[in-house]
């Protein structure tokens, strides 16, 4: 078993493993970087597509992948996708209780409560972060099936990235948003009915790897809905990520996908700016989130 990196006593583990990170994403800097990963419309991956995902999932916890053709079934090429992944559970969704993939288009009445469907842009975050801790979300699928017709493109970043800012900038931070109840989310009660419980627990977190721990994060830059620990070292912390988060670092990535393109990854940070819709043509993205992390075989 490898050390484990995330043990803030263990420090050159972790400036290993740090080293490592920010290695790989000199190569994304090489004009030879394949951005996107060439896989079918039907959302089969062959062999040599499905090693470039592993690298890059392995170096930055995502990969782009584009479609060779844009699916006439994106809901069984995302599972498709999924099971290739190593991928299992689906999330259960409050609004797509039925096959567990959630399309996510502008939704006039009802669904604008939740800003996904609507077209306003959404800030940092990480899918999920309000999950009771059984069900984390550890992996997720976006697919855009059709663009808006203007904006509506994604920033991301690898989360590990976010704990190296942190954690090079101080130590104490990373061990204030490691406190198991850092991050609160209150019950969500519509028409007197909970529909999910009160929630709480740390921002930075690490799950079970291959060889060694994985770093999870749970995280959300609403400001509405959040209960943050009040001392000070958190309230630092956090500061210092929003600064990070909202800077032009060389790790952050901005793509917007086009049809038939999607991003696979281990659940990383990410947002969306806002967009506007042809009415005819709106912007369609499916997403499939799960409770394990990609392990590809
Ligand atoms: O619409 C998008 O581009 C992303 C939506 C998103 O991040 C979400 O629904 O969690
Ligand atoms: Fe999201």
Redesign the pocket.
Known sequence: MAENPFDLSNDRAYRRWADAKRRGYDLRARDDFPLLVEIGGDGSIDDASLAIIRDHIDRYNFALYRMNGVPDDPLSALKRIGRRMGLKELDRNLCAPEDRVTR?TVKPVEGARYI?YTNKP?GW?T?GYYNPMRQRVLAMV?HCQQPAAEG?A?RLLDHDMAYIHLRDTDPAFVEALSQPSVMCIPPNVVDGEQLRPQTCSPVFLTEPGGDAPALAMRFSKRKHNIIWSDDGRTQEALQCLFEFLESDSPWHVEYRLNAGEGVINNNVL?T?SGFSDDARRPRI?Y?ARYYNRINIH
Request: glycine share 8%; hydrophobic share 25%.
């Open positions: 996510l996904p959404i975050h899918d976006l509506g994604n990410h969306r993205y997403r």
